[in-house]
């Protein structure tokens, strides 16, 4: 059965930093596409960042370019989320996510990936 489980999320002020871990378990994920995504209270849940690492790509959503850094390692079966300058609306629950196998959609669309995580809180005050 495959899982994924985040950590490291938490309380932080404004301006700080935070490093996210998600942890898969069932099967390795070295050739296909990892995201994460968060979802504020009442919104949608939308992406912020993917890792293609067949064409060594890394994508981010225009809010967190810049503060964001998105990595995996694969002897470990992990990746991370490494959250800098963080603000107030980067607030949400943040979620891992994993596609089956490679495949035609887009890296930014929730349909794209089959498995995910429950989730991880990520609080940060002004």
């Known amino acids: 059965q495959v899982q994924l489980v985040e950590s490291g999320g938490g309380l932080v002020q404004a301006g700080g930093s935070l490093r996210l871990s998600c942890a898969a378990s069932?099967?390795?994920?070295?050739?296909?596409?990892m995201g994460w995504f968060r979802q504020a209270p009442g919104k949608e849940r939308v992406f912020v960042a993917a890792?293609?690492?067949?064409?060594?790509?890394?994508y981010y959503a225009d809010s967190v370019k810049g503060r964001f850094t998105i990595s995996r390692d694969n002897a470990k079966n992990t990746m991370y989320l490494q959250m800098n300058s963080l603000k107030p609306e980067d607030t949400a629950v943040y979620f891992c996510?994993?596609?089956?196998?490679?495949?035609?959609?887009?890296?930014?669309?929730?349909?794209?990936?089959?498995?995910w995580g429950q989730g991880t809180q990520v609080t940060v005050s002004s």
């Open positions: 069932g099967r390795t994920f070295s050739r296909d596409r």
């Open positions: 890792i293609d690492w067949s064409r060594g790509s890394t």
């Open positions: 996510a994993a596609e089956r196998s490679y495949g035609s959609g887009w890296y930014f669309e929730r349909r794209t990936y089959d498995y």
